[in-house]
């Protein structure tokens, strides 16, 4: 796998940018072709993860799932969106980030390029816990202007997968960045980045006790990573194991597989038929 995130890490026959415009303009039936931009961030992971951890979990998890998805389901990757918003880890050396206005251009702009293209399906698949809000704002937008385009802002985790019975409790509501969870998986896709002698465990400090408010959840606070950890590690990273990694990296493509097709069958609801408001 670690060779595959390297450089050719999607199926040539599944990667938008191997295709030529000639093809492209003659495939049949684009309306139904689901094409997904991967997506992830570049920040910082703790001293035991690289930078790439977001990205690179998008495209190891994509890259698994199109390679087993079925021959007829016509589905394409985008070059991977590496950047991201990730500005609540700025104070922390190495991390790139795109301001708000900036990634929603890009996103819009990408997204209007495939729709010019005659797509009318685009998945946008993200790994980091900081944008999907951003991703719900383009899709919402972008379908209120052409209603016919059907816009999915997805979060890589949200399938069903393995995590929940291989992580601690603590772990799964603690553990959001750097923890046992990414760090498995890292072990899982490019082990010789991965540093466990420098792992570490260290939990969110000053978390409100007995209250409705949480880091994530219903009543969230606003917070950067600074407020929470001093390492920059939120999560158990000594716990993880490659073993792990290979378990959850397995769950979700198979969880990725079927939401792509889920994607491919998709109808968009219309109550009131084909009229516009």
């Not at 072709?33 to 001293?47: D, K, L, N, R, S």
């Amino acid at each position: 796998m670690s060779k595959m995130l390297a450089m050719n890490y999607f199926p040539a026959h599944r990667y938008f940018a191997y295709l030529t415009s000639p093809a492209i303009a003659a495939m049949p039936n684009k309306e139904n072709v689901v094409i997904v931009q991967p997506m992830g961030a570049i920040e910082q992971h703790g001293a035991h993860l690289p930078l790439i951890v977001d990205a690179a979990i998008s495209i190891g998890v994509l890259a698994g799932a199109l390679e087993q998805l079925a021959p007829a389901i016509p589905a394409y990757a985008l070059p991977p969106l590496y950047y991201g918003k990730s500005n609540e880890h700025s104070t922390f050396a190495g991390t790139i980030t795109m301001s708000t206005p900036t990634m929603l251009a890009v996103l819009t702009d990408i997204a209007e390029s495939i729709y010019r293209a005659g797509f009318r399906k685009l998945a946008l698949m993200n790994s980091h816990g900081g944008q999907p809000q951003i991703l719900e704002i383009v899709a919402r937008d972008l379908h209120e202007k052409y209603p016919d385009f059907l816009i999915f802002p997805l979060f890589t985790w949200r399938v069903p997968n393995a995590a929940k019975d291989l992580l601690t409790p603590k772990e799964l509501e603690l553990g959001i960045h750097g923890g046992d969870a990414e760090t498995s998986l890292m072990l899982a896709l490019l082990p010789e980045q991965v540093d466990m002698d420098q792992a570490i465990t260290e939990y969110p400090c000053g978390l409100p006790e007995h209250s409705m408010l949480s880091m994530e959840g219903a009543n969230p606070f606003a917070w950067v990573t600074r407020d929470l950890t001093r390492s920059g590690v939120l999560g158990d990273a000594r716990a993880a194991t490659r073993e792990k990694g290979e378990k959850i990296l397995a769950s979700l493509v198979n969880g990725w597989t079927k939401l792509i097709e889920d994607i491919y069958k998709f109808e968009q609801p219309r109550a009131y038929g084909n009229h516009l408001l």
